[in-house]
């Protein structure tokens, strides 16, 4: 699974969740995944197995991607931005880490 943990974009990485005390906020399972860059909601820059950070910057462009694709009812993407909401809510932006 890639865990999705907040992150304030001006904080700095650190190499596991738990060093820096960080909220995990959820999931999303290798198919979604695969199904998300197929869409081309997320970019191939980004790796399933591999660590990646998306900010607060990076999120909003997505959003946008997301309803100029009008996606916005794809149960995948819905997945996806349940995320979003959260790190919204928090101020925050999210990090991916593999496991």
């Keep these: 699974m890639l865990d999705f943990y ?3 974009d001006d904080q700095v990485k650190p190499n596991f969740p738990e060093s820096l ?3 995990f906020v959820g999931s999303l399972d ?3 995944f695969e199904k998300l860059q197929n869409l081309g909601i997320i970019s191939s820059q980004f790796d ?3 660590d990646f950070r998306l900010d607060s ?3 909003k462009q997505i959003r946008n991607n997301i309803i100029q694709k009008d996606l916005n ?3 995948d993407i819905i997945k996806f931005t349940h995320l979003f909401d959260i790190a919204d809510k928090n101020k925050s932006g999210l ?3 593999g496991d």
């Design 48 to 50: 399933y197995y591999s």
């Design 95 to 97: 990090i991916a880490f």
């Design 21 to 23: 005390g960080l909220v």
């Design 6 to 8: 907040l992150i304030r």
């Design 73 to 75: 009812f794809n149960s």
């Design 57 to 59: 910057i990076i999120i």
């Design 30 to 32: 290798y198919i979604t």
